[in-house]
């Protein structure tokens, strides 16, 4: 049987990893943040590799927005920011403590657009991962996500382009199909590729997350393939990896995803937060590295004890734990109970508009933001005096966020009195010099 893709190949140019480069390893036993859209942005990737994650996954990133995105350094938040060029949103951010550990994942249906995509943040990643298993409708429309499952010349034709023209591992995350024979027949061919690891979520595609996951496929298919497999679903707790990894002694290593959401310190071995410490953690990273609010806060709502209820009632894996009030129990039988902030009922973090209002809500975190905020604008106006600041890019941390060009031709986007976008044009600029001169300015904070 002929496994040769017949998706049209793509002339750009051969990869080459730079000398001295080390690929990410994907095998002996990594525990890796899942890519999930809203909650695995910056903030929890952070915390993840503070508590213990070996990788962590950006969320999907649709290859067109990350193409047409300009790459800046915020010299404020202290992040690398991907910034669309069509409405000034903020398609991406990154911090450069977590390139080494960094994989960024696409959707694309098409492998020019994928490998543009790939590219645009390869110096500042270490892996591409493209997404060949949501089952969302946005996904399934666009010929992307699990779509592919059902086109693997389309698949495999993306995976080549990738492999051949980016840089860094590339690999797959895709779902079980019908039968175990249709999955290895599947991730044998996506192997061929020449992907460096393949994750596989042991689910349907036409099942939802409420729906128990097939822990039975992954043997199976770790043994017929060479490459790092990586099992993902229904892993809720180290005792359900090691459960695992006796069930399927092949697997090379363990995605989570649902028990982060809910509380990051899952990847700590030897001591994890209750869930009012995680969220007070997560809404202080958050406002650290200027999270837009509303996206802190559909997080915050997943983590709230409420909704960690809710989800293990509806997994039945695991017991929802107490908030409040810690037991602990000496060897003599003495009571020395450690006691943990006490978070109000979700429906006060519902009704929160705003960082100020959450305040209000999230003990601890005024003390953050107040700081946050003077330090940013105490830059912001130094930098400013020092006419280092290029206001080239609108994005959603407001007009009068600096940005540092890396580019010496900058662009301005050109808007319309209501905000639209126009146009955009030129601005002669040093983009060089004045990255020299932030460099020495920070060299100067430290």
Same mark, same amino acid.
């Not at 995803?257 to 007070?280: C, D, G, V, W």
């Not at 305040?359 to 905020?373: A, I, Q, T």
């Given at each position: 049987?002929?496994?040769?893709?017949?998706?049209?190949?793509?002339?750009?140019?051969?990869?080459?990893?730079?000398?001295?480069?080390?690929?990410?390893?994907?095998?002996?036993?990594?525990?890796?943040?899942?890519?999930?859209?809203?909650?695995?942005?910056?903030?929890?990737?952070?915390?993840?590799?503070?508590?213990?994650?070996?990788?962590?996954?950006?969320?999907?990133?649709?290859?067109?927005?990350?193409?047409?995105?300009?790459?800046?350094?915020?010299?404020?938040?202290?992040?690398?920011?991907? !910034?669309? @060029?069509?409405?000034?949103?903020?398609?991406?951010? *990154?911090?450069?403590? &977590? +390139?080494?550990?960094?994989? %960024? $994942?696409?959707?694309?249906?098409?492998?020019?657009?994928?490998?543009?995509?790939?590219?645009?943040?390869?110096?500042?990643?270490?892996?591409?991962?493209?997404?060949?298993?949501?089952?969302?409708?946005?996904?399934?429309?666009?010929?992307?996500?699990?779509?592919?499952?059902?086109?693997?010349?389309?698949?495999?034709?993306?995976?080549?382009?990738?492999?051949?023209? !980016?840089? @860094?591992?590339?690999?797959?995350?895709?779902?079980? *199909?019908?039968?175990? &024979? +249709?999955?290895?027949?599947? %991730? $044998?061919?996506?192997?061929?590729?020449?992907?460096?690891?393949?994750?596989?979520?042991?689910?349907?595609?036409?099942?939802?997350?409420?729906?128990?996951?097939?822990?039975?496929?992954?043997?199976?298919?770790?043994?017929?393939?060479?490459?790092?497999?990586?099992?993902?679903?229904?892993?809720?707790?180290?005792?359900?990896?090691?459960?695992?990894?006796?069930?399927?002694?092949?697997?090379?290593?363990?995605?989570?995803?649902?028990?982060?959401?809910?509380?990051?310190?899952?990847?700590?071995?030897?001591?994890?937060?209750?869930?009012?410490?995680?969220?007070?953690?997560?809404?202080?990273?958050?406002?650290?590295?200027?999270?837009?609010?509303?996206?802190?806060?559909?997080?915050?709502?997943?983590?709230?004890?409420?909704?960690?209820?809710?989800?293990?009632?509806?997994?039945?894996?695991?017991?929802?734990?107490?908030?409040?009030?810690?037991?602990?129990?000496?060897?003599?039988?003495?009571?020395?109970?450690?006691?943990?902030?006490?978070?109000?009922?979700?429906?006060?973090?519902?009704?929160?508009?705003?960082?100020?209002?959450?305040?209000?809500?999230?003990?601890?975190?005024?003390?953050?933001?107040?700081?946050?905020?003077?330090?940013?604008?105490?830059?912001?106006?130094?930098?400013?005096?020092?006419?280092?600041?290029?206001?080239?890019?609108?994005?959603?941390?407001?007009?009068?966020?600096?940005?540092?060009?890396?580019?010496?031709?900058?662009?301005?986007?050109?808007?319309?009195?209501?905000?639209?976008?126009?146009?955009?044009?030129?601005?002669?600029?040093?983009?060089?010099?004045?990255?020299?001169?932030?460099?020495?300015?920070?060299?100067?904070?430290?």
């Amino acid at each position: 049987m002929d496994v040769t893709p017949t998706w049209p190949q793509i002339p750009l140019h051969t990869a080459v990893r730079p000398a001295g480069h080390v690929d990410l390893d994907y095998g002996h036993g990594k525990l890796i943040l899942a890519p999930m859209v809203r909650c695995g942005t910056l903030p929890m990737r952070m915390l993840a590799l503070s508590e213990g994650a070996d990788i962590v996954f950006s969320p999907e990133t649709i290859d067109r927005r990350l193409a047409r995105s300009k790459r800046v350094l915020n010299v404020v938040a202290n992040t690398t920011d991907f !910034v669309d @060029l069509d409405d000034g949103s903020i398609n991406l951010r *990154l911090h450069a403590e &977590e +390139k080494s550990k960094l994989v %960024v $994942q696409i959707g694309s249906s098409d492998p020019e657009n994928a490998v543009k995509a790939a590219l645009a943040v390869a110096d500042d990643c270490s892996g591409i991962d493209l997404n060949c298993g949501c089952p969302k409708k946005f996904s399934i429309v666009s010929a992307m996500g699990a779509a592919l499952l059902s086109q693997p010349d389309r698949l495999c034709g993306i995976l080549t382009a990738l492999v051949e023209n !980016v840089p @860094l591992p590339i690999t797959a995350k895709i779902r079980m *199909l019908e039968t175990p &024979e +249709k999955t290895i027949e599947l %991730v $044998q061919r996506i192997e061929k590729t020449g992907v460096s690891a393949i994750t596989l979520h042991c689910r349907l595609r036409s099942e939802r997350p409420q729906d128990p996951g097939h822990w039975d496929i992954f043997e199976r298919v770790a043994q017929s393939i060479k490459i790092p497999l990586i099992a993902n679903g229904d892993i809720y707790s180290m005792e359900d990896v090691d459960r695992l990894k006796k069930i399927a002694p092949s697997v090379s290593s363990f995605m989570l995803a649902r028990a982060p959401e809910s509380n990051f310190s899952i990847f700590n071995p030897l001591i994890q937060k209750t869930p009012s410490e995680a969220i007070i953690a997560y809404a202080k990273a958050a406002v650290t590295y200027d999270m837009v609010f509303h996206n802190c806060k559909y997080v915050l709502m997943q983590m709230w004890p409420a909704s960690q209820k809710k989800t293990n009632r509806r997994s039945k894996k695991g017991k929802p734990q107490n908030i409040g009030v810690v037991k602990i129990q000496d060897e003599d039988g003495t009571d020395d109970s450690v006691v943990t902030p006490v978070l109000p009922p979700i429906l006060s973090l519902a009704r929160t508009k705003s960082y100020q209002e959450l305040c209000e809500v999230v003990p601890g975190l005024r003390e953050v933001l107040e700081k946050c905020e003077a330090e940013r604008l105490e830059r912001s106006e130094r930098l400013g005096r020092e006419d280092l600041i290029r206001k080239d890019v609108v994005a959603e941390l407001g007009p009068d966020c600096p940005y540092l060009p890396n580019e010496d031709i900058m662009h301005r986007v050109k808007r319309n009195s209501d905000g639209q976008v126009t146009g955009e044009e030129e601005v002669d600029g040093e983009a060089d010099v004045a990255r020299k001169k932030l460099r020495e300015s920070v060299e100067d904070d430290k």
